[in-house]
């Protein structure tokens, strides 16, 4: 079993869906990050027969939109002088913006520079949010 | 307040607001002499990146017929798109032109990113794509309005492309806002009304049926609907259904002494030309209401009535 106290301080993800922690990795952006990051795939766990995990040795922002959208279902532990401080649990994002982009070839999105567009939330189990502009719908995994 | 406020789906306005908008065209139809000057000194941006005759005429004929004036152009190619110029910078340099922009491009969600960048002067969306048409919905209601006397308690038939007709989706969810409304839908299996667009109206608000003879009979008011070509990827396809439903004399010897037909034109096959004489055949005079709407909607966003 792994043991969280081995960082002393820091970020640790928790109940990744197993073959999600190397995109999370990417997607967070932490081969960004300086300090030391250690990804564990495929390790045992009695709820999900096999989880993966991040351990993220410093504070650092975490986008939890974007964590929110890739698996809804981890959960975050912040690790001070070896312990636990702090637990949480994620939801899927009601609105995400500036992540996503629009699939749908007809939206105007494509075809002008627009930063910031909102998405909705319209179907949880899903995972499907709406385009603000063009009200396409599209999932997360599809607009990246 | 509609003054100022831009007008990119019919839900951007309130019920309240739109009876606003029906009840200055019912002032203006009734009295139009007195209205000749209401926009006077006031300038409309007509921007057309998609032709659209019809549409163009209905909204220049309208700031006109109010003593406005109109600058714009219906071919991109004569605008500085050509040069590489963002929508947004468009609409910002023309909006130091103009008091109100009237907007027809063929990508959807663009007259949303307009709305955007011009914030203090109205944008009225005059088509994106296949997404919204907010102004042919307000031209169907105030038909409705007129003919039937309100906008509740009706049974609506609306008949062809349901799987793609945008004009039926936003008709059919403005008119879902008004109580006791109950619709039949009336196309062929492969151009049904999208299921998730079904999940949206209450259970027992509507019916689906193939068969336009069966139901004629039952309701206060036909739309009908161009089932359109550029729609289909197979062009067998388009030749089977495209005639499926074709509203002539006999049918319309089933239907109720005072129901009423209803098309957002250009119509190709789907009515007879024998059915126009039929005193409930009201297209054509629905297209007239569309100016008269349009009218109401400009003075209104402009703050001039």
């Not at chain 1, 992540?99 to 909705?120: A, G, K, L, S, W």
């Not at chain 2, 005759?53 to 109109?70: D, H, K, N, Q």
């Not at chain 2, 119509?267 to 409930?280: K, S």
């Amino acid at each position: 079993m792994i043991n969280v106290s081995q960082i002393k301080k820091g970020i640790v993800i928790d109940h990744i869906e197993a073959g999600h922690g190397f995109r999370i990795y990417k997607e967070l952006h932490l081969d960004q990050i300086s300090d030391p990051v250690v990804l564990l795939t495929n390790v045992p766990s009695d709820k999900m027969g096999k989880k993966d995990m991040l351990k993220i040795e410093t504070d650092v922002p975490i986008d939890m939109d974007v964590l929110g959208l890739i698996d809804p279902g981890v959960s975050i532990n912040y690790v001070r002088d070896g312990a636990v401080t702090k637990k949480q649990k994620l939801t899927l994002p009601r609105e995400v913006v500036g992540i996503m982009r629009c699939v749908n070839p007809r939206c105007i999105t494509q075809t002008e520079q627009v930063d910031d567009i909102h998405f909705y939330l319209v179907n949880e189990e899903k995972r499907i949010y709406r385009c603000e502009y063009c009200d396409a719908y599209t999932t997360f995994n599809e607009s990246r | 307040m509609l003054k100022g406020r831009h007008l990119i789906e019919p839900g951007d306005f309130t019920i309240e607001e739109l009876e606003e908008i029906f009840e200055l065209a019912d002032r203006i139809i009734a009295n139009q002499s007195d209205y000749i000057d209401l926009c006077k000194g006031k300038l409309l941006a007509s921007l057309f990146y998609e032709p659209s005759t019809r549409t163009r005429f209905s909204f220049e004929s309208a700031m006109m017929r109010l003593g406005g004036r109109v600058i714009g152009f219906d071919n991109p190619d004569n605008s500085s798109v050509s040069k590489g110029e963002s929508l947004s910078d468009t609409m910002r340099v023309i909006s130091g032109y103009t008091d109100i922009i009237v907007i027809r491009h063929p990508k959807e969600g663009t007259a949303r990113l307009a709305g955007r960048a011009v914030p203090g002067t109205p944008i009225i969306n005059a088509g994106d794509g296949g997404h919204e048409h907010p102004t042919q919905t307000l031209t169907d209601l105030l038909t409705i309005r007129h003919e039937l006397g309100s906008l509740s308690g009706h049974t609506i038939g609306v008949c062809g492309d349901l799987l793609f007709g945008r004009t039926i989706h936003s008709l059919v969810k403005t008119l879902n806002r008004y109580p006791d409304n109950k619709f039949v839908f009336i196309s062929p299996k492969e151009l049904k009304m999208p299921a998730y667009f079904l999940s949206m109206l209450p259970e027992g608000s509507y019916i689906e049926t193939d068969s336009l003879d069966a139901v004629i009979g039952d309701v206060d008011l036909l739309y009908m609907s161009r089932v359109q070509r550029e729609r289909f990827v197979n062009e067998e396809e388009y030749l089977r259904l495209k005639d499926v439903y074709v509203l002539d004399k006999k049918k319309m010897a089933h239907a109720r002494d005072d129901m009423i037909v209803l098309h957002p034109l250009p119509r190709v096959n789907e009515i007879a030309v024998e059915v126009d004489d039929d005193p409930r055949a009201l297209y054509f005079k629905q297209a007239r209401y569309g100016m008269y709407v349009r009218m109401a909607l400009i003075a209104k966003l402009l703050g001039m009535a």
